[in-house]
């Protein structure tokens, strides 16, 4: 069975302060891992990572991807209150139907000021 | 529309009642999917619609759960005899040519069976 692992599940920091977020998974037929960021409802697009060992970047956020090992990274440096929220991983696979998402629970991100 | 539009924001409802739960895409987008996420879970997969056609239903629950898009835009999510477990919110996503990777999600309803 596909399944996508999120750590920690949660996670309180100070304003300022860099953090790590984890994501492995166990996926057949890998296409591609996205990291969503998910405040009150919509999850709202990051990342999408595709070959291994290049890091994607957006401002404070920045992931990358090892296929070898099954994870992936979320890193978020100089944290800000705006950051808090659920971070998701997702994992594309290649179904029978359509092309499909596994999610990860979320690691509940607390930005304290 | 700018974006996804779902309605209602919020439902609550009472066991055992039928509920219709609406998805508006975004203008053009032939792709449509829906996912249920229940309180601490990632969303989890329902049903996958390409226009009209369900090309992919194999996260339905059970024969409770029925979702249709007649024309091939707006998509309605069809729980029977509502359960607590049904509890969730319920997010739609839509993209315009089938790419999960580059489906929109709204902002989802909030079911409550009580």
Redesign the interface.
């Known amino acids: 069975e596909d399944k996508v692992v999120q750590s920690p599940l949660s996670l309180v920091v100070h304003e300022g302060d860099t953090v790590t977020l984890n994501c492995s998974y166990e996926v057949t037929n890998f296409r591609s891992l996205l990291w969503y960021k998910q405040e009150k409802k919509a999850p709202t697009f990051l990342f999408m990572l595709t070959s291994s060992g290049i890091e994607k970047k957006s401002g404070r956020l920045s992931s990358i991807l090892d296929k070898k090992e099954l994870f992936s990274i979320l890193n978020i440096t100089a944290t800000q209150t705006g950051d808090s929220a659920v971070y998701l991983c997702a994992v594309e696979y290649r179904g029978g139907g359509a092309d499909g998402l596994t999610f990860g629970k979320g690691t509940h991100l607390i930005i304290q000021p | 529309g700018a974006g ?1 539009s779902q309605t209602p924001s919020n439902k609550v409802t009472e066991k055992g009642k039928y509920v219709e739960l609406r998805c508006d895409p975004i203008s053009g987008h032939t792709a449509l999917y829906w996912y249920r996420q229940s309180l ?6 329902l049903i ?1 619609f ?1 226009g009209t056609g369900a ?2 239903d ?1 996260g339905l629950p059970n024969d409770r759960f029925f979702a249709v898009r007649p024309e091939g835009s707006v998509s309605t999510l069809k729980i029977q005899r509502t359960e607590r477990g049904d509890s969730a ?1 319920y ?1 739609c996503a839509s993209s315009l040519s ?4 580059e489906a ?5 309803t ?1 079911l409550t069976v009580v």
């Open positions: 996804v601490g879970q990632g969303p989890e997969f996958y390409q090309a992919d194999s919110v997010l089938g790419g999960i990777t929109f999600f709204g902002q989802g909030r």
